[in-house]
């Protein structure tokens, strides 16, 4: 059974904090996406990435950056937090090619204070 | 781009009650749709998916029928229980695409 880990379920930072988010598969999956999940909006796209340092901008990237330098293991950074950015955030991973779903993680509720 | 439409926002049923959800898509190349259920405070989980070169699908309660003309896709629950009660997402994907786009979710309420 595949596994997404998140580093952590709750975190509170404040304004202004360089804040990581990292995510772990264990299925050697391709693939790995970051979302973001507010109330109302559903799932909205960060940043994916297809292979080792490749990443490619989701729908909402402003205020954000990943890094992936190993496969089974994709990051979020937020450069510089703000209270706009307090949200739950979701780390998935899929297989190569179409036709695949996503397997998630548990997620993070990230608090900007 | 894609853009994927999900009704209804929220959805109360009776238990024992059929459930539908209805998506739209708008891309005709799209091929690849998957449902998944979120339970609160839980992770997104595939529950069911649908390919383009079949019309239905059903394991056990839950059904996806899927109309490629008018580009929509449904997921069927029947005989509702209160564990059924959660957030669904639809998501639409094409060709060789491995990113999909998500419907806003529907939350389903199954009272006992």
């Known amino acids: 059974d595949v596994k997404v880990t998140q580093s952590s379920r709750y975190l509170v930072k404040r304004t202004g904090e360089k804040v990581f988010l990292e995510c772990v598969q264990d299925m050697d999956h391709e693939n790995m996406f970051w979302y973001r999940q507010d109330p109302g909006l559903g799932l909205r796209l960060i940043y994916f990435s297809y292979d080792v340092k490749m990443k490619e901008k989701g729908d909402i990237p402003e205020g954000y950056s990943v890094s992936r330098e190993k496969k089974e293991r994709f990051s979020l950074i937020l450069e510089s937090a703000s209270t706009n950015q307090t949200s739950m955030y979701l780390c998935?991973?899929?297989?190569?090619?179409?036709?695949?779903?996503?397997?998630f993680g548990d997620g993070t509720r990230l608090s900007i204070l | 781009g894609e853009n994927v439409e999900q009704h209804p926002s929220t959805l109360s049923v009776q238990e024992g009650d059929s459930a539908v959800i209805k998506c739209t898509y708008s891309?005709?190349?799209?091929?690849?749709f998957p449902w998944y259920k979120q339970e609160l405070g839980k992770r997104p989980q595939l529950i069911i998916d649908i390919r383009s070169n079949v019309g239905e699908k059903k394991d056990q309660r839950i059904a996806v029928t899927l109309n490629k003309t008018a580009k929509h896709f449904s997921l069927h629950i029947t005989e509702t229980q209160p564990e059924d009660s959660a957030v669904y997402f639809c998501a639409a994907s094409k060709g060789g695409s491995y990113i999909p786009t998500f419907g806003r979710g529907t939350s389903l309420i199954v009272h006992p």
């Open positions: 998935a991973s899929s297989s190569a090619g179409g036709k695949q779903p996503q397997h």
């Open positions: 891309d005709s190349a799209s091929n690849y």
